[in-house]
């Protein structure tokens, strides 16, 4: 299923110099200029943060994308529109799936389940549709709730990615090993501390990164994306 993703050749990661996070990068993609937003729908099985103007989950956990398991390919793996996977992996065995979850909050979820792995990451990179960036600006907080699975010892990490005109911010954070009382975790991004034309605001991307993820499994039964304005002081 490999398809036109980001990839090497067209990413390169600011804000880091070394390691396996710079292997990551970044892909540039026009989008559609920012304009004002209407308050979106709620979500079933999801509270609106207060003043939430915007929510939204992504097609692999409202539809079926696709049937599986699907082996992963090269990097920039395209594995339904807007949803992609990267690796530095020369000799990877891995596979993701896509099921039903009739019992969650969202109707389904991802999996993923990996073996020989010589790389250092996978990251499953989500697009944000026009309607996530029209409007957004530095007074903003983006958040994103996960329902995830994983082994105790896993470093999971999510970062987003904002462009306006030629450049390319980023704010990397790492999952909390904390849940909510509903087992929830949540990750949020204050806008405030990366530089933003608004303007020129084209593309916005969240990448969930599973570092060092050899002989591990992981599930994702829902990912919800929200954005908020931060509290004036």
Sequence with gaps: MTGQGRGPSDRGYAGESRGWLTKLGLRTKARTPVQRIALSADLPGFERPLCADWLWRPDPWIRPCFSGPVPVEGSGQNITPGV?????????????????????????????????FDGSFLSLALDLPADGIAGISRRHLLGVSFRLEAPPAAKVFARFNLRHGPNTETLLRALPETREATGRIPVEFDLAYIEMNERRVTAAWIDVIFQQPAQTGFRIDDLV??????AQL
């Design 84 to 116: 992609s996977l990267f690796h530095d992996a020369t000799a990877a065995s891995a596979t993701i799936a896509h099921t039903a979850t009739p019992e969650a909050d969202a109707p389904y979820g991802l999996s993923m389940d990996v073996g020989a």
């Design 225 to 230: 994306l929200y954005r908020r304005p931060r």
